[in-house]
């Protein structure tokens, strides 16, 4: 049994729906961001940056628990796992680890600077919107280049790293995008919206989720509270 601690970001969808696609036996507890729920210690002994998701495998490695944080690591565990998502052959292997790399260290922060400044910054900074818009399309633009190549990012198979960037894709109007200008990426995306592990991914703490943030999770999330050591 994996219990996982998330929340229906991004990042936490990503795990879910990997979770839903290798038909792995799990747990979902939410850790509501907004209220703080990152911060208790017993969450920040199994994900030390506060961030979700986090997960522990009590059928870990040698049959032990086994706690994982960073959404990345989680998904490279969890194919391996399950002995999906994830090809054992070298070179479609790191393919696969590539564009995982690329969403890791582009992809998410890049759009996630785009959301933050297009629809949380308290005031309105061009230069910052401008910038990160722009590099959200550039973005679009290196994944539809290579889905105009290849059917999924790493190749003829779908694996992690189209379950890794497919929840960043979904707000593309939060981002200044439209999916229209990049046919090879919205041909990519339609089809893995239609997956229903997918769906069922999508639907996990869905419920909870609220609209938009109050001042407490403002603070939380982007003043005070977060930079507090613990």
């Given at each position: ?59 870990g490695?040698g ?71 722009n ?7 290196v ?22 960037s ?40 869905a ?21 507090q050591?613990?």
């Amino acid at each position: 049994m994996i219990d996982v601690y998330s929340w229906p970001t991004p990042n936490g969808q990503k795990v879910h729906i990997a979770l839903e696609e290798l038909n792995l036996e799990y747990r979902v507890h939410g850790v509501n961001i907004g209220k703080g729920d990152q911060f208790e210690p017993q969450f920040l002994r199994i994900s030390p940056n506060n961030k979700i998701p986090a997960m522990i495998d009590h059928d870990g490695p040698g049959d032990e628990p086994f706690s994982l944080f960073e959404s990345g690591a989680i998904l490279i565990y969890l194919a391996e796992k399950a002995g999906g998502l994830l090809p054992q052959e070298p070179t479609a292997r790191y393919r696969t680890i590539e564009w995982l790399m690329f969403q890791m260290g582009n992809l998410g922060p890049m759009l996630g600077q785009a959301h933050h400044f297009r629809k949380y910054a308290p005031e309105t900074l061009e230069y910052a919107v401008n910038r990160y818009t722009n590099e959200a399309g550039r973005l679009y633009a290196v994944m539809d280049k290579r889905l105009g190549q290849s059917e999924y990012l790493a190749g003829p198979e779908y694996t992690v790293a189209d379950i890794a960037s497919f929840p960043w894709i979904r707000p593309y109007e939060n981002q200044g995008q439209d999916l229209n200008d990049y046919p090879n990426l919205k041909r990519w995306f339609d089809a893995i919206a239609a997956r229903p592990a997918v769906q069922d991914g999508l639907e996990v703490l869905a419920d909870q989720r609220q609209s938009g943030f109050d001042e407490q999770a403002r603070r939380l999330l982007f003043g005070e509270g977060q930079y507090q050591r613990r």
